[in-house]
C-alpha cells in the first residue's frame, strides 16, 4: 500500500470580498457514560519487574529501542508507566460490573462503562487513585473550523534571496520558502531513513499522484479496528488525513512538494471528522502507543482538544492527550501538533487546546503567507505561563492534495497545515543528527526561528527556518553516540497472512505475538523447517484478523527482531 491526524480543524477557502471571522461557539459538553480509572503504582517484587519491562521492551521494535534509549537509562529502556495494567487489577475491575474499554498505557489507567452502582464499587477498590468522567461534544466543527477567503493569497511573503527556483514547487513554493524548506532541500535534507507517524481521522485519497512514491511501514484505524484508513464503509472521513499527509509527504515535482518526501510513514485513524466520538482522547493514546512501539521518530497530530477542558487545565498536567504526549516525549519521540483554530474567540475560549499545552510537544501556531499572525490560530500561553505556540508555519491558503480526484490541488486553511510542515522541518533536524533528544530538537526549532530572541503568545519562537534548523543540528555535539536503529533482518511471508505463516533470517529461541494494544497472544504452535534452523513456519489459525507484532531475537547476541504482520 502506497500511503495518515484529529480535531478537523480546517475550512476550505470561499470567494467573498473581507475575511469573515468565524462565529463563536460555546459548546455544552457532555457525559458519555464512560470513565477514566486511573491507578496506584502497582508493587511488584525486582523479578516480577524485570519480566514486566523484558515483556513490553520484546514488543518494540530495534527501532522503537534504539530511539528510547537515547532518553532512557535503563536497560531494556522500559519505565514503569509502559507497562500494561496487570491482569489481576483487570479482572477486579471487571468483578464490580464494570466493562474495560481499553487501558492507556503512559497513564497507568482504564476506561471503563458502567452503571452508577458498578462506578460506585470500583470507587472502593485500594488501587483506584482517581475517577474522571469521559466527556463528548456532538460535533467539534463548530468550535473549531474558520473561514479564510482568497484574498490571504494575495501578499507575498518577505523571502531572503538565495533561494531555489520555485518551478519545482510549484504550488507549494510559498509555504515551502517561507520557512526556507528549498534550501534544505537542496543540501540533501529530505527526510529519508527518518519513520514519521500522521495521527488523523483517516486518509481517503492515497492514490493521489503526490502519493505514488509513499512508503507506509505500517497503517491501523482505531476507530474501526482495521487496517484500512480510508473511508470505506468506515466511520469517519479521511479528508482531513490526506491534506494533512501531503503536506509533509507529498512529491509531484513540478507541481507539489511535501516537507519530507523521503521519509517512511507510519499512518493511524483515531478521529471521527463526522461526529465527537466518546473515546477520541483514548483512541489518541492507543495510537500513541502504537507509534512509539514501532520506533516513530516525529509524530504530526493536527488535533486539539480544548472544548471539554477549561483554560485552567491546559497547564501541561491535566488533559489526558497531553500527559500521555509528554511521556511519549520522554521516550525520544518528537511529537508535533496544533494548537488548534479558536483565536478568534473570546477570552479564554481562544486559547491552545491539548495536547499542545504539554510541556515536551511542539505547540504549532499558524502565520498568513506574507508572515504575520492568522487570527484564527489559537493564542497562549499555557494556564501556567509558558510559551505557545512553540514555532508557527504558514496556515492560511495552505496548498494540499485534493481529496477529489488524484490529480488535483487545493489551498485550505487550519493550524492543522502549520503542524505537518513543522514536523517535516523536525525530520529534516533529526535527518541530521539522529541522536538528538527531542528536548534538543525543540531547543534549535525554536532558537533558529523568527522571534528567538522574542517570543510571544501569538506565534511563540516565530516562523521556523529549515536551513537554519539543519544547520544548527550538524553542529550540536552529542555525548555517547547510542548505536543507530537496525535494520530489519527478520523477514515474514506471506503478509497479509492466512493460517500459515513462514519467518527467516533468524535462529529464533522465543517467537511471541503481540496485537497493537500491547498484550501477548498465544499461537497455536511453531513448526521447524527440517534442519534449517534459521526458518521457521508457525501456525496462526486460531488469531483472529487484525494487526499483530511477531517478535522474536537474533539466537546470538540477543538483539530482539521485530516485524509488523496482517491478518
Not at 462565529?23 to 519480566?51: A, C, M, N, Q
Not at 473511508?231 to 512538494?257: C, K, P, Q, Y
Not at 505547540?363 to 512553540?390: E, F, H, L, M, Q
Request: proline share 7%; net charge negative.
Amino acid at each position: 500500500m502506497r500511503g495518515f491526524i484529529l480535531v478537523i480543524l480546517l475550512q476550505p477557502l470561499v470567494s467573498i470580498a473581507a475575511t469573515v471571522e468565524a462565529p463563536v461557539f460555546h459548546p455544552s459538553p457532555k457525559p458519555t457514560g464512560r470513565h477514566w480509572l486511573f491507578l496506584t503504582v502497582e508493587e511488584l517484587t525486582p523479578t516480577e519487574l524485570d519480566r514486566a519491562r523484558n515483556d513490553v521492551a520484546r514488543s518494540l521494535t530495534p527501532r522503537s529501542l534504539a530511539r528510547r534509549r537515547k532518553v532512557i537509562g535503563l536497560d531494556p529502556p522500559v519505565r514503569r508507566c509502559d507497562l500494561p495494567v496487570s491482569r489481576e487489577r483487570l479482572r477486579a475491575i471487571e468483578a464490580t460490573g464494570c466493562r474495560v474499554v481499553r487501558t492507556l498505557r503512559y497513564l497507568n489507567a482504564v476506561t471503563v462503562e458502567a452503571p452508577p452502582e458498578a462506578l460506585a464499587r470500583a470507587r472502593g477498590l485500594e488501587f483506584i487513585r482517581k475517577v474522571r468522567p469521559v466527556m463528548a461534544l456532538p460535533s467539534l466543527h463548530q468550535n473549531t473550523q474558520s473561514v479564510e477567503n482568497h484574498h490571504d493569497r494575495n501578499p507575498q511573503p518577505v523571502l531572503p534571496s538565495g533561494r531555489d527556483d520555485p518551478e519545482d514547487y510549484g504550488l507549494t513554493w510559498w509555504q515551502s520558502a517561507l520557512v526556507n524548506l528549498p534550501a534544505a532541500h537542496r543540501l540533501g535534507y529530505r527526510g529519508r531513513s527518518i519513520l514519521i507517524g500522521v495521527q488523523d481521522a483517516g486518509f481517503n485519497n492515497l492514490d493521489h499522484r503526490c502519493f505514488r512514491h509513499l512508503e507506509v511501514v505500517a497503517a491501523y484505524d482505531f476507530l474501526n479496528g482495521d487496517d484500512n484508513v480510508g473511508d470505506e464503509g468506515d466511520i469517519g472521513n479521511g479528508a482531513h488525513g490526506t491534506r494533512t499527509l501531503s503536506v509533509i509527504a507529498g512529491l509531484d515535482s513540478g507541481r507539489f512538494i511535501g516537507a519530507a518526501p523521503e521519509a517512511h510513514f507510519v499512518l493511524t485513524k483515531t478521529e471521527d471528522s463526522e461526529e465527537e466520538y466518546p473515546v477520541e482522547e483514548d483512541l489518541w493514546v492507543a495510537g500513541l502507543w502504537f507509534h512509539d512501539s514501532l520506533g516513530v521518530d516525529v509524530l504530526s497530530s493536527s488535533v486539539s482538544y480544548r472544548a471539554w477542558y477549561d483554560y485552567e487545565d491546559m497547564d501541561g498536567e491535566t488533559a489526558v492527550t497531553t500527559r500521555a504526549a509528554d511521556s511519549a516525549a520522554a521516550a525520544g519521540m518528537v511529537i508535533v501538533n496544533s494548537v488548534g483554530n479558536s483565536g478568534r474567540n473570546p477570552y479564554p475560549h481562544s486559547k491552545i487546546g491539548a495536547p499542545a499545552d504539554g510541556r515536551l510537544v511542539v505547540g504549532a501556531g499558524g502565520v498568513r503567507p506574507d508572515s504575520s499572525y492568522w487570527t484564527a490560530s489559537s493564542r497562549g500561553p499555557t494556564y501556567d505561563g509558558r510559551i505557545k505556540p512553540d514555532v508557527a508555519a504558514q496556515s492560511s491558503a495552505v496548498y494540499t492534495a485534493s481529496v477529489l480526484n488524484d490529480t488535483s490541488y487545493f489551498n485550505y486553511s487550519g493550524t492543522s497545515f502549520a503542524c505537518p510542515m513543522v514536523a517535516g522541518v523536525a525530520a529534516l533536524i533529526l535527518e541530521a543528527n539522529p541522536w538528538l533528544t527531542p528536548s534538543q530538537v525543540t531547543e534549535i526549532l525554536h532558537s533558529t526561528s523568527s522571534r528567538a530572541n522574542h517570543p510571544d503568545t501569538l506565534t511563540g519562537y516565530g516562523i521556523i527556518n529549515a536551513l537554519e534548523a539543519v544547520y544548527r543540528a550538524e553542529a550540536v555535539v552529542t555525548g555517547t553516540k547510542p548505536a543507530p536503529p537496525q535494520t530489519l533482518i527478520l523477514t515474514a511471508y506471506p503478509n497479509p497472512f492466512n493460517g500459515r505463516l513462514t519467518i527467516e533470517g533468524v535462529n529464533p529461541r522465543i517467537i511471541e505475538v503481540y496485537d497493537v494494544t500491547g498484550r501477548r497472544v498465544d499461537i497455536s504452535r511453531i513448526i521447524r523447517n527440517g534442519s534449517n534452523d534459521r526458518s521457521a513456519s508457525l501456525d496462526f489459525s486460531s488469531l483472529p484478523a487484525g494487526k499483530y507484532m511477531l517478535c522474536t531475537d537474533d539466537g546470538n547476541s540477543g538483539a530482539h527482531l521485530g516485524v509488523v504482520l496482517i491478518r
